[in-house]
């Protein structure tokens, strides 16, 4: 028989699910549960994404005769790391290293897995039977707050974005315009949806080697799939680098300058305010940000990142260690950290101070 209860954790979706698809094959009985820590402060619009992921993914569950039931309270201790990591693109398994022996660089971590020929776990198809819910269990309908927001979360909001990105041929451009900083096309956006585990890069790999096929491969494709693993390098590097973190302190100085977007540089601070009014930031303006925060005004990495851990609609948790530590120079970064000239970075990236102009605040 076993437990019923199956916490989820960050893996909100049926596809490509290895556990949810053992257990349902397992149990005569099944409750899907998602803790939701009280004691986790959430930004508004990571919280309205996380919430939306949840009744989407309720809807889903409930289409096969399943249901989902939120807790409001922290995970048990067994099951912690459900709600920390989401899948990788390449399982332990597939590594042709050890998990615990790998490379603690980049660049020789990706050589390693290209020179294998590996390319992705392959994903598995979602359950086709859910057992019932337990006795008398009845899950409230989960409630999404009315909040503006650049993505909707959720399982089936995932999957017809990534859709129209391909459908759109937008991956043969993706190298040349992946540092843009306005719009939505210039990257692939999918990361809240990882981030939260509504989409499994095994699928967009998968997807993506099918796009290939279809119409050729080029460095577009390649790039992102690049990309992808720089996710699963930080995920590995995680698991073996357990330590400090930030904490959120809305009291703190540095905290009340990143939340009013005054940093006192006009290309940064307007990072801030697209932060703060959206919970998203492109990649090259979250280093901008970080270098800034760190090099600049010497605060210790772990301020900015409890700031973006709170904000990000992608907070991913070793994603973010992992970028604030290799911008610090600590842990994954060979050349001893990254400092960003930020006069240089405005010129190249808004040269016409386009993207300044529309996050600086309109006068009193
Ligand atoms: C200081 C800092 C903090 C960051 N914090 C997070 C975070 O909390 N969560 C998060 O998902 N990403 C984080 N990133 C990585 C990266 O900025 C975002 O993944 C990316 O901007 C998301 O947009 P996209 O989906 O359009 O990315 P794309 O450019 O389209 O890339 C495709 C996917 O590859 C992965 N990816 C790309 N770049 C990186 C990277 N540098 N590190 C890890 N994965 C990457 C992401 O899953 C992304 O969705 C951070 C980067 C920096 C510099």
């Known amino acids: 028989m076993g437990d019923p209860l199956l916490h989820l954790g960050r893996h909100l979706r049926l596809d490509d699910n290895p556990l949810l698809a053992s257990t349902a094959a397992a149990r005569e009985r099944l409750l899907p549960v998602f803790a939701l820590d009280p004691s986790i402060m959430r930004g508004p619009h990571q919280e309205a994404f996380l919430l939306a992921s949840l009744a989407d993914l309720q809807s889903s569950l409930r289409a096969r005769g399943s249901d989902l039931l939120l807790l409001h309270e922290p995970p048990p201790a067994d099951v912690r790391d459900r709600y920390t990591s989401p ?9 042709p290293f050890d998990a615990s022996a790998m490379p603690r660089t980049y660049t020789p971590f990706r050589q390693r897995i290209e020179a294998a020929g590996v390319r992705f776990t392959a994903p598995i198809a979602a359950p086709d ?6 006795d008398g269990v009845v899950c409230p309908t989960i409630e999404v707050p009315d909040v503006t927001m650049i993505a909707t979360g959720g399982p089936s909001s995932a999957v017809r974005h990534w859709k129209q990105y391909r459908d759109r041929r937008l991956p043969d451009t993706y190298k040349e315009t992946r540092n843009e900083l306005l719009g939505c096309d210039y990257s692939s956006k999918l990361s809240p949806w990882l981030a939260w585990g509504c989409i499994s890069p095994r699928r967009i790999a998968h997807d ?14 390649y790039w992102l799939w690049f990309e992808l693993l ?15 973190r930030g904490a959120v302190d809305p009291h703190d100085t540095s905290w009340q300058r990143l939340s009013t977007a005054r940093l006192g540089h006009p290309f940064v601070d307007a990072g801030l305010r697209e932060l703060n009014a959206t919970g998203f930031l492109g990649n090259r303006m979250r280093q901008i940000v970080a270098s800034y925060c760190i090099h600049e005004l010497d605060w210790p990495w772990t301020v900015g990142e409890a700031y973006f851990a709170h904000h990000l609609i992608d907070y991913d948790p070793a994603s973010n260690v992992g970028n604030w530590r ?4 600590q842990g994954a970064d060979p050349r001893g950290g990254r400092r960003f000239n930020i006069d240089k970075q405005r010129e190249m990236y808004d040269a016409n101070h386009a993207y300044t102009q529309f996050w600086t605040d309109p006068p009193q």
Do not use: K, Q, V
């Open 87 to 95: 899948i990788r693109m390449i399982s332990d398994g597939d590594l």
């Open 129 to 134: 039977r859910l057992p019932p819910l337990p």
């Open 208 to 221: 993506l080697l099918l796009y290939e096929a279809e119409f050729g491969a080029n460095e577009g494709t």
């Open 230 to 244: 720089w996710r699963d390098f930080f995920s590995l590097l995680a698991s073996h680098t357990r330590g400090d």
């Open 326 to 329: 290799y911008i610090a120079g």
